[in-house]
Each structure stands twice: as C-alpha cells, then as structure tokens.
C-alpha cells in the first residue's frame, strides 16, 4: 500500500508526522519550540472548538455518509452538563451541539440549492491526498475537493467563518491561506484554487478564486518555511536557544 492510499484513511493522515502538511508548517511558524516537543512527541496542540465545527461542515458538504461518526447533544451550547458527559463518552473531536449540526445542514442545503456550487461539486472528488517532495522536503496535503472546470483542474477549498463572507478577501493573506493554495498547487499539479467560503452566523456564501499574484505570495511564505524545516529539522539546526527573527 502507497502512503497516498494509506492516507485516504484521516486517522493515517494526521498521526504521520514524517511527510510535512500546511498545519505543520504553520504550527512551526508560530513557535519553532512547542513544534519542537510535538514532533518529539512531548507536547500534544490543545483541541480547538472551531476545527471541530469546520470539520463537521466540510463532513457534511463533502462526506456526508461520514457524518454519524459525529454524536449531536441536544444541548443549545458546549457549556452544558449534557455535551460534557458527551465528550468524556465519545472524544472531543466528534462532539457537537444541535445549533451547530443544523448549521452544518443549513449550510450544506444552501450549496445543493446553489445551481453554481452544486455543478462546482457534483462531479468532485473528495478529500483526496496527496504527495510530493517540494524543494527536497517530502510534503503532503488533503484537498477538500478536485475536479475540472472548463478544462482546467481545480482545488475547492471550504472554509468556514464568523465573520461577513465578504471579508475573507481582507483575512485570507494573514491567515496564510495564500501558502496552502501553493503548497496544494504544487502537490496537485492543479490550474486553479478557489476558496468556497460559509459564514457560520448567516449561512451566506462566497466564492474566491486565487490570483497569480496571490499564489506568488503564497509560493515565496512556502519556500522560506520548507527552507527553515530543512535546517532546523532535517540538516539538525534546531537548538534550544533559537530566536525567532524578523523585520517590522
């Protein structure tokens, strides 16, 4: 079995730490230290409600025979003796609350009743891994979807967010989206990446196609971090008095 097999399985894919992934990339842009212990298997990242949310959104929009691997609380939020109890059963990563499950299918039936987005998905493929060696780091990365659009082969990118859809243009560059179009770019071998966008609040949706020069920008964050885990990871750089260095 090839590791790009072994990686349709989610459980194989986010327990592999040997191939790099654009969460591991940002994890040790943040702080080289903490990521430091997490590869070393010291330190585990603190569960975070709102990967918990997205994953549940894109099950339900692009793996919808995987959504019962979620136990839904009928509780109206996380504080509830009822969730609680829930998360000490099933894990915290596969608990939700009610209003977040209809938000999940609330946002899923607004792309079916969408004729744009329903013929963007209707023949994807979903969830699909992938790996290549990118400037002599072998890398990986799972699409939320691949297919062909007027001859082109596309990435579609669901995100979800709380703010208004129509400021995701602002945010996408700091939250580095623009390095994981690259990155998924390069591992694909894909024309285009479109960001489908979902506001969690209202249930409006956006779509946003990545410029050149967006994906350039992205290519330049890329190529700096891959060249920063080969030296502090691979050729053995990494010392426990390493500063984090840049310019204002």
């Known amino acids: 079995m090839t590791d790009v097999e072994r990686f349709k399985d989610d459980s194989q894919y986010y327990a592999d730490t040997k191939y790099l992934s654009n969460s591991n990339i940002g994890r040790m842009m943040e702080d080289v230290h903490t990521f430091k212990k997490y590869m070393d298997g010291e330190y585990e990242y603190p569960a975070n409600p709102n990967f918990v949310v997205g994953r549940l959104v894109h ?37 939700v609350t009610e209003p977040e499950h209809l938000m999940a299918q609330e946002i899923k039936q607004n792309i079916e009743n969408n004729d744009k987005l329903s013929e963007m998905l209707v023949f994807a493929q979903t969830e699909v891994p992938f790996t290549k060696s990118i400037n002599g780091v072998d890398c990986k990365g799972k699409v939320d979807a691949v297919t ?10 669901l995100k979800t967010t709380g703010k208004p859809v129509s400021q995701f ?49 992205g290519s330049h964050k890329l190529n700096f971090a891959i060249d ?21």
């Open 59 to 95: 099950t339900a929009v692009l793996e919808p025979e995987k959504y019962t691997d979620f136990k839904v609380v009928a509780v109206k939020d996380r504080r509830s003796k009822g969730y609680k109890d829930a998360v000490e059963e099933h894990g915290y990563d596969w608990v």
């Open 148 to 157: 062909e659009i007027d001859g082109k082969k596309v990435i579609i990118d």
């Open 169 to 217: 243009a602002r945010s996408a560059r700091s939250f580095d989206y623009d390095r994981q179009a690259a990155m998924y770019l390069e591992l694909t071998g894909a024309d285009e990446f479109v960001f489908l966008v979902a506001n969690k609040e209202t249930r409006s949706l956006g779509i946003f196609t990545c410029s050149d020069s967006f994906i350039s920008n």
């Open 228 to 248: 920063m885990y080969k030296e502090l990871f691979i050729s053995g750089g990494y010392s426990s008095d390493y500063l984090h260095l840049g310019e204002l």
